[in-house]
């Protein structure tokens, strides 16, 4: 049973940094898809950031490209997301998201099985 853990969210104010983690465990594959979703009430959760186990490629949402960086432990059971230059629209609930296989077919929540409680971030001006 794969079991994510995350955590690190908080409250900050715009243009400072936060930095996000999940630990993992219970894979049963090397190859997998790991990343980042957001999400604010009333509204649908929307991808940030991915990476890939075995390659290290990475995904980015356009809003945060340039200010986010998602990295993943030498286990590659873990990962994180490092949360610079946040800014207002950067307020939600955090979660952390797996599946099995690649990412080039993962876009949208719909498409990972395994997700984290989430963590709050909250940015304030």
């Known amino acids: 049973q794969v079991q994510l853990v995350d955590s690190g969210g908080g409250s900050v104010q715009a243009g400072g940094s936060l930095r996000l983690s999940c630990a993992a465990s219970?894979?049963?594959?090397?190859?997998?898809?790991m990343g980042w979703f957001r999400q604010i009430p009333g509204k649908a959760r929307e991808k940030v950031a991915l990476i890939y186990s075995i390659s290290g490629i990475t995904v980015y949402a356009d809003s945060v490209k340039g200010r986010f960086t998602i990295s993943q432990d030498d286990d590659k059971n873990s990962i994180d997301l490092q949360m610079n230059i946040v800014d207002l629209g950067d307020t939600g609930m955090y979660y952390c998201a797996a599946r099995y296989g690649g990412c080039s077919g993962a876009q949208v929540a719909g498409d990972f099985n395994f997700w984290g409680q989430g963590t709050q971030v909250t940015v304030s001006s």
């Open positions: 219970g894979y049963t594959s090397r190859s997998r898809c």
